[in-house]
């Protein structure tokens, strides 16, 4: 089973579910029932199955995709992960320090203390 949202609709019985990262689907109002067609409106989540194709089936009738079962659902699943929680947030090494790359920090080399000729 796959999710989407009613893209399209007619009044003349068929719709099309716009699916995320594919192509829409096709469906008619004579898989779904008299009175789930009459609630159906545009941007409503839907979960739906693809019907599968006859092999024989002519070029000019091989469109695209048809769902075969749509079932309207309140929303779809899944969401938004919440944050997690501060305990589980990961943490720097307590004896991690912030500073400066040693390829950054400047040398001090102590005088020769001998005297120059």
Do not use: C
């Amino acid at each position: 089973m796959f999710y989407g949202y009613v893209k399209t609709l007619s009044d003349r019985g068929f719709g099309f579910i716009g699916q995320e990262g594919g192509p829409d689907v096709y469906f008619h109002a004579s898989i779904l029932a008299p009175e789930e067609f009459a609630r159906i409106r545009p941007d409503q989540p839907v979960m739906f199955q693809l019907a599968k194709r006859d092999p024989n089936e002519k070029p000019a009738e091989k469109k695209g995709l048809r769902a075969a079962i749509v079932k309207l659902i309140e929303r779809m699943p899944g969401g938004v992960l919440p944050l997690p929680p501060q305990s589980m947030t990961p943490r720097h090494h307590p004896k991690a320090k912030r500073r400066k790359a040693t390829w950054k920090r400047k040398i001090n080399l102590p005088d020769s203390g001998g005297t120059s000729p």
